[in-house]
């Protein structure tokens, strides 16, 4: 099951990109951040992510999202976001933005769980088609593990659930 909705999101980021060539309507944006861990136990998160969006007018998109967070396990993100320019588009734009979703475990002793990644950024056009991209926001995922622990007196297994919250950093490019 999650090997389809990766290669569904593959397929249509492919074909919406073949599309915005022709169309200012789509506009696609890849990130890479980090974070500043808020739970415990403390990882300090790696993300990559992928967007592709549907320009409704100048000041709002909105689309989905995939990529990979990796914490002590790797996360795979679905994801909605949308997102806002407070103002005009100018050389320094300002914006909201916020992605909600669920994260898919690849690891078959793990399950995913609710991904959440509100910001606030500010967009510099480079030139007229590409824009560079600054975000600070919170990051939440969910995520559960089967853990399992053993001596010589006994074997046990358990489910921990983990809530990962961090401060989230991140770069880009969007085009």
């Known amino acids: ?3 389809i909705f990766l290669t569904l999101i593959v397929l249509f980021t492919v074909f919406a990109g073949v599309k915005a060539q022709d169309n200012d309507r789509f506009s696609f944006a890849t990130t890479i951040g980090t974070g ?5 136990p403390a990882s300090t998160p790696f ?13 709002f998109s909105a689309g989905v999202g ?4 990796v914490y002590e396990k790797a996360l795979i993100p679905l994801f909605a976001d949308v997102k ?3 103002i005009k588009p100018r050389k320094f734009t300002p914006y909201l933005e916020c992605g909600a979703g669920y994260s898919f475990a690849p690891d078959k002793n793990a399950n995913g769980g609710i991904y959440l990644n509100p910001s606030v ?7 007229t088609k590409m824009k560079l991209l600054f975000a600070v ?6 995520y559960e593990r ?7 007196y006994f074997e046990a297994e358990f489910k921990e659930q983990l809530n990962h919250n961090s401060i989230s950093i991140k770069i880009g490019v969007l085009f």
């Open 1 to 3: 099951m999650k090997k």
């Open 36 to 40: 500043i861990p808020m739970s415990t």
């Open 84 to 86: 806002f320019n407070i």
């Open 137 to 142: 926001g919170y990051e939440m995922q969910k």
């Open 121 to 127: 950024g500010v967009q510099w056009a480079v030139c």
């Open 146 to 152: 089967l853990k399992s622990h053993s001596n010589q």
């Open 47 to 59: 993300e990559w992510q992928v967007l592709g969006y549907y320009n409704c007018n100048q000041r």
């Open 66 to 69: 995939t990529g990979v967070s």
